[in-house]
């Protein structure tokens, strides 16, 4: 067996605690207002709408209209405009395109008493008013005055489609990625005219609402109705002004499917009722572990410290390759349950090496045999969560994540779903599990070892042996 320094119970121990008041606290500094962080910690998750308060809200189209993929995204980019012209930043915008749905979450404004949900839903379903013209000029607020008012060249009726495109032969790089446009009989007229006669001179500044999306310049008239729009676009802006022009032409308004607001005092109580469950939970676990197995059980309790601390670096950003999560109540109750997973890893293995000490084993080889024999039933438990959080995340994430690709032949059938709190629940279960062979096998294992080697503690009855 090979053998495990002296030190290394304390090491580990040192590096667990460290990581616990790290991960609650963070690192930062402040000089007179202004604070730079450095590793986030507990105070800087991003706590879910269901916490924190606010709007949960399911648009559709109207019954019978079967909308295409990309009137799906158009629609979604009119609500994301809009919801940045309402000031509204940290949102959540997630689009289900094989159920027709649009789910929007955003939370309430700090401090916040009069907000009125419905009248915000309203406005972000309502049809979007796309514009098209003369010149840029803008008032102190940003909305069009002068010529650019009262000067209407186009309007979403007129615009038959918009998509996006790459030019390998373009004789400029920037020129590459654009927009292309094709008018409906409507609009040509009136675009010809236009253009001809700001060709070289003027532009055509095109707006949803009265939000400027793009102001290209007229180079050329343009009279068969169609235009290329170009200027040093990247491939992700030129789709995301194409999704922006044919929204405009939806041919129908969006439909409240189904709502919710929670209110942050709720929350936030719901929230502190969850992790004190959580404290009191580990408290009595740890004292449950050490009466029962002794030396083993100081080791489980201080491995579990180290999930614990884990779990919440993993959504509070504090490890740089992994960005910070939003952190719903469901994710608290997959800590929770996770710790429940460790927990019984650490009673599984406890048990082994007391059956092996009373079996007539030395207390290393008992040591050696208890976490052998333990390891295939923690790794069949832990193999099944983590399959499970990944099932989760996969079919209630967003569309684009990870796992909702590698499973989307799964979903094929009945397709997936956007529910962030499962995804939250099914995030924190996975790390539970990541987290659980690290520190309730691994770390457990050193430090027990390690801690084994110290004269005072070669009693068998400290490990769970009959008193000599």
């Known amino acids: 067996m090979k053998r495990v320094a002296k030190p290394v119970f304390f090491v580990v121990s040192i590096l667990i605690v460290a990581l ?9 500094t ?5 604070t730079t962080v450095y590793i986030k910690g507990g105070n800087d998750i991003r ?17 019978g209209v079967d909308a295409t993929d990309d009137q799906m995204s158009a629609a979604e980019s009119v609500i994301t405009t809009r919801l940045v012209t309402l000031h509204i930043t940290d949102y959540e915008v997630y689009t289900d395109y094989s159920k027709d749905r649009i789910i929007v979450r955003f939370p309430w404004k700090e401090g916040e008493s009069n907000f009125n949900p419905e009248e915000a839903i309203q406005e972000l379903g309502e049809t979007a008013m796309l514009t098209f013209r003369e010149g840029n000029e803008v008032d102190e607020t940003g909305k069009p005055t002068g010529v650019t008012a009262e000067n209407i060249i186009l309007e979403g009726k007129d615009i038959k489609s918009a998509s996006a495109y790459y ?48 102001a290209p310049n ?22 995301d002004l194409a999704n922006k022009i044919n929204s405009g032409a939806l041919p129908f308004k969006l439909e409240t499917e189904n709502y919710s607001t929670i209110n942050p005092t709720m929350g936030l109580g719901a929230r502190d009722v969850m992790v004190e469950a959580g404290v009191i939970a580990y408290i009595i676990i740890a004292i449950y572990m050490i009466f029962f197995f002794r030396v083993p059980g100081i080791v489980a309790a201080i491995a579990l410290m180290g999930q614990i601390a884990g779990s919440i670096a993993a959504v ?16 608290i109750a997959g800590i929770i349950l996770s710790i429940g997973m460790g927990v019984d890893a650490n009673v599984i293995t406890s048990a082994r090496i007391k059956e092996e000490i009373l079996a007539g084993k030395s207390i290393d080889g008992a040591i050696t045999l208890g976490y052998d024999r333990a390891f295939s039933a923690i790794l069949d438990g ?9 099932v989760l995340m996969g079919a209630f994430g967003p569309a684009d994540s990870l796992f909702a690709k590698l499973l989307s032949p799964l979903f094929f059938l009945f397709g997936s779903t956007t529910a962030g709190a499962v995804y939250s629940f099914g995030y924190t279960l996975l790390v539970g599990a990541i987290m659980n062979f690290i ?20 009693k068998p009855y400290l490990y769970g042996g009959k008193r000599a």
Request: aromatic share 8%.
């Open 218 to 239: 007229v180079n050329e008239p343009l009279t068969n109705g169609q235009a290329s729009i170009t200027g040093n676009f990247t491939a992700e802006e030129a789709q």
């Open 167 to 214: 030019n390998s032969q373009a004789q400029s790089a920037n020129d590459r990625y654009g927009v292309s446009l094709e008018l409906e009989e409507s609009g040509k007229q009136a675009f010809a005219e236009a253009t001809t006669r700001l060709a070289g001179k003027g532009c055509i500044s095109i707006w949803m609402d009265d939000t400027l999306i793009s």
């Open 47 to 63: 706590w879910g709408i269901d916490i924190r308060g606010g709007v949960d809200v399911t648009f559709t189209p109207p019954e």
């Open 382 to 390: 832990n193999l099944t969560l983590m399959l499970t959080a990944i």
């Open 30 to 34: 402040t000089y007179g207002d202004k």
């Open 316 to 331: 509070s950003g504090f490890f740089g390759f992994v960005p910070s999560f939003t952190l719903t109540l469901p994710g």
């Open 20 to 28: 616990m008041v790290v991960s609650l606290t963070g690192i930062s």
């Open 439 to 458: 520190c309730g096998v691994t770390a457990s294992r050193l430090m027990l070892k390690s801690l084994s080697r110290y004269k005072v503690f070669r």
